[in-house]
């Protein structure tokens, strides 16, 4: 199975500023996916990250508060963009497994705070 | 809406207990499920899937079962472990659509 770090793995932030999160794989894979954790909550899909194309934004999650990078096989970003309280969660990227293309493998998750 | 959602938010046991843990959903069209766990802290782990055309799943000390008729999933954890307290979600993707849709957690305690 894939192996997925997350950086950072948790922060601290303002309101009204930015934080861009990371995601690296340490192998290449086509489909990377954002969620949105809440807490107490179950997992929620952000965006589908496909490298060479721009995200797909589920609904209620737009590009310019959720814009999000995919440079290559192996890595994506995420940024929370004009934080607000109700922006902290924990943010989780996952992959599809190269066998099966339903089975993913999620990332250990980065927990945000907003203040 | 389409939603997947769990009758139990929290389910205590005993230590060397078995758990079921179950699950319904809404979208008849799902053909794909998956049961996930998440210990504190951690991301979700896949422990077991099974498609719409099977009703039963084996894996080691876990057994998922599907009933299409009444749209509900449960997972089955023999000899429950200490280790095996986590909150545990299920989900389903269907046909082409690579999206996860998750239900809403239980969370399981086994106690010593």
């Known amino acids: 199975s894939a192996v997925i770090s997350q950086k950072p793995s948790r922060d601290i932030c303002q309101r009204g500023t930015s934080l861009t999160i990371q995601c690296q794989v340490d192998?290449?894979?086509?489909?990377m996916f954002w969620y949105r954790q809440q807490p107490g909550q179950s997992l929620t899909l952000i965006a589908t990250?496909?490298?060479?194309?721009?995200?797909?934004?589920e609904s209620g999650f737009v590009i310019d508060k959720f814009p999000i990078s995919r440079p290559n096989l192996t890595f994506s970003t995420l940024t929370v963009s004009n934080m607000s309280p109700e922006d902290s969660s924990i943010y989780l990227c996952s992959v599809e497994q190269a066998t099966s293309v339903y089975e993913q493998f999620f990332g250990p998750g980065t927990r945000l705070t907003v203040l | 809406g389409e939603s997947v959602g769990l009758h139990l938010p929290t389910l205590s046991v005993q230590e060397g207990d078995n758990s079921i843990i179950n699950c319904a959903y809404s979208n008849s069209a799902s053909d794909y499920f998956i049961w996930y766990k998440q210990e504190s802290g951690k991301g979700p782990q896949f422990i077991i899937d099974?498609?719409?055309?099977?009703d039963k799943r084996q894996g080691q000390r876990v057994t998922v079962l599907l009933n299409k008729t009444v749209k509900h999933l449960s997972l089955q954890i023999a000899a429950t472990q200490p280790g095996d307290s986590a909150v545990y979600f299920c989900?389903?993707?269907?046909?082409?659509?690579?999206?996860?849709?998750f239900g809403k957690g239980t969370l399981l305690t086994v106690n010593p």
């Open positions: 989900a389903e993707t269907g046909g082409s659509n690579y999206k996860l849709t």
């Open positions: 192998s290449q894979v086509t489909m």
């Open positions: 099974i498609r719409s055309n099977m």
């Open positions: 990250a496909n490298q060479g194309s721009e995200a797909t934004y």
